[in-house]
C-alpha cells in the first residue's frame, strides 16, 4: 500500500497539468502561432478544412482551485462576446444562471464546478487581487454560471487584450467530425503549433521521464526492503511455529507439503490485508472528501496502473517466502527439533 | 504382523570431546499384534533414545533397523516419512500439539477416520469430553498429555511408540489412561518406555537396557 500509496500522490501532482486540459482537449484543440497571429490566407485555409467546424480567436488564462496535495488549475478563454453563446452551443453547454461578460470589462463566467470547488458565487471576486496564488492578474467578478461537462471559464477577449496590451491571439478549432480526425488534418502545419490531447501527454512525459524514473527506483527500494522485512518476519513466524511443523513432519507429512500450506495459509492472508487495506484507503479517502474538504476536493483514485503493481510485488514476496521456507524447513532440522536438540 | 528388530546396532552420542555409546551391538525382535511392550529404566539409560531409533529419526551408526519390512537405515527421508505416515506413531516426552486446533480436532487430526462419537467416548473415558473445545494453551499439563495419547492409541498406525506416557498424571489417570490403552489397543503393537514400575502389570513383554544392550526381563 505504501508504494500504491507513494506513486499515484506523486503521480496525482505531476498529472495536474494534464487533468486542467484533458478534458478540454477531448472536445477542441488550440492553434498557436509562431508568429504573432495567423495571417488571413492561413486562417482562411483552416476555415476551409473540411474536419474544422469553428474556429474562435481567444486568449487565454488559468484559474486555481484547490487540489488534495496542490493546487489544480482550470482554463479560462477569453473570446469576442459576440461568439460566447455559440462557443457554448458547440460545446453543449449553457449559461444556467447570470449573465455573459460584458465587452472590455472585467467579468467571468465559469463551470458549476469551478465555482463549487472554490467555494463562491455569482457576484464574488477571483484574481490575484484576492488570492496571491492566482495567476489572473486583478480582480474578476463572476458573473455567470455554466453547466458543461468539461471544467473552464470565459472572460472578454477585448479586456484581455487591452490589458495584456497584445494581440497575441490563439485559435480555439472545434472538429466537425473527431477530434482524432480533426487532430489529424492539422498535424502538418510549420506556421503554427498544435496544443492537442497526444501533443500534452507527450510533452508531460518527456517532462516527468525522470520523475516517473525515480518512481521506478522508489518502487524498487520498496520491495527490495518489503521482501527483507518479509523475510525477518518469517523467522520470527517459523520459529514461533517451528515445534509444530516438526510435529506434522514426524506424523509423516512431507516438507514439501508443509512448505505448500504455509504459502497457502500466508496467500489467504496477504489477500485479506490487501482487500482490507484498499477498501480502508478507500473509506479514507471518501472521509478527506466529505469531512475535511468539503468545498472542494478531488479524490486520489488509483489507476489500473498502480492496481497492477500489487501482482509482481505479490508474487515476488511470495517468492521469497518460498524460498526462505525451502532454506528454512529442511528434513534434516525438523527431526532435530523434534527431538530438542535445535 | 507388527515387528521391530534391531540386527546388531551400535548407536553413539557425541559429547564435546567423546563419543559416548549408548547401544553396542544390540539385536532385539519384538513383534506381535495387541500386546504392550514396556521398556524399562531409569531417565538417561536410552529408552527414548530407542524409540528414536525405532521411529527412524535417529540413525545408528553400525546394524539395521527393520520395522515392518522396512530398512530404515537404508530407506530415503521420502522412504521414512511414508512409512510414519502409514506404520508408526511416535509419542514424544514433551507431548507437542498443534496449538491452533482444539482438543478433539488434535485427536481427529492423526485419524480422520474417526467419527465424533468415537472421538466423544474417548475423551469422555477420561474425562476430557467438557474441555473438548479448548485449545492446548488452554489445558494443564496432564490435560495435554491425555490428549497426545488419545492422539497416539486412537490413530490408525500398527505400531504406536510412546515415551513416558504417564509422567504428568496423577495415580487416578494413569491407570485410567492405562486402561484405555488396553481397550483400544486390538491389533496394535504399544511399545511404552517408562521408569514406572506401576505399569508393568499392563505388559506383556518387559525389556530392560542394561550394559549398553536392551535385554527382555
Known sequence: ?342 | MNEIRLDNVTFTRSNIDSELIIFKNTSINISGNGKIIIILGPSGTGKSTLLNIFFGILETNKGNVIVNGHNLKTSSNKDLMNFRRDTISLMFQNFPLINWLSCEENIWYMNDNLSQEEIMESLDEIDLLSIKDYFPTNLSIGQRQRIALLQNILNNRGINLLDEPTSALGEKYKFKVMNLLKKYLKSKLLIIATHDKDLLKYADEVYEIQNKNVVLK
Open chain 1, 1 to 342: 500500500m505504501t508504494i500504491l500509496l507513494v506513486t499515484s500522490m506523486t503521480r496525482y501532482i505531476s498529472e495536474s497539468e494534464l487533468r486542467a486540459w484533458e478534458d478540454s482537449l477531448n472536445k477542441f484543440s488550440i492553434i498557436e502561432p509562431n508568429v504573432s497571429s495567423i495571417n488571413n490566407n492561413e486562417l482562411a485555409q483552416l476555415r476551409s478544412n473540411e474536419q474544422v467546424k469553428e474556429i474562435f480567436a481567444i486568449n487565454e488564462s488559468i484559474i486555481k482551485i484547490p487540489g488534495i496535495l496542490n493546487s489544480e488549475y482550470r482554463p479560462i478563454f477569453a473570446m469576442q462576446n459576440s461568439e460566447m453563446n455559440k462557443f457554448l452551443n458547440l460545446l453543449d453547454s449553457k449559461l444556467v444562471s447570470g449573465k455573459l461578460p460584458k465587452s472590455n470589462e472585467r467579468g467571468l463566467i465559469l463551470t458549476e464546478d469551478i465555482i463549487n470547488y472554490k467555494g463562491i458565487e455569482i457576484g464574488g471576486y477571483v484574481g490575484k487581487a484576492i488570492d496571491e496564488e492566482e495567476f489572473l492578474w486583478g480582480r474578476f467578478e463572476i458573473e455567470g454560471k455554466i453547466k458543461s461537462d468539461i471544467s473552464f471559464g470565459i472572460a472578454s477577449l477585448d479586456y484581455f487584450q487591452r490589458k495584456l496590451s497584445s494581440t497575441n491571439t490563439k485559435y480555439l478549432v472545434l472538429p466537425s467530425n473527431s477530434i482524432e480526425q480533426l487532430n489529424k488534418s492539422l498535424e502538418k502545419n510549420t506556421n503554427y503549433n498544435i496544443r492537442n490531447l497526444s501533443n500534452l501527454i507527450q510533452s508531460h512525459n518527456e517532462k516527468y521521464s525522470n520523475l516517473n524514473r525515480l518512481i521506478l527506483v522508489i518502487t524498487i527500494v520498496l520491495i527490495i526492503s518489503l521482501i527483507i522485512i518479509t523475510g525477518l518476519f518469517m523467522k520470527i513466524y517459523l520459529n514461533s511455529r517451528n515445534r509444530e511443523f516438526a510435529l506434522y513432519f514426524s506424523n509423516g507429512i512431507s516438507v514439501k507439503s508443509i512448505i505448500l500450506f504455509v504459502v497457502k495459509e500466508i496467500s489467504i492472508m496477504a489477500l485479506l490485508s490487501i482487500t482490507l487495506g484498499i477498501l480502508l484507503s478507500k473509506f479514507f479517502l471518501l472521509f478527506l472528501k466529505e469531512i475535511l474538504f468539503q468545498e472542494g476536493v478531488f479524490l486520489v483514485s488509483l489507476s489500473l496502473d498502480e492496481y497492477i503493481l500489487i501482482v509482481p510485488i505479490g508474487l515476488s514476496i511470495l517468492v521469497s517466502i518460498y524460498y526462505i521456507l525451502k532454506s528454512s524447513l529442511k528434513a534434516e532440522k525438523l527431526e532435530k527439533i523434534i527431538l530438542g536438540d535445535y
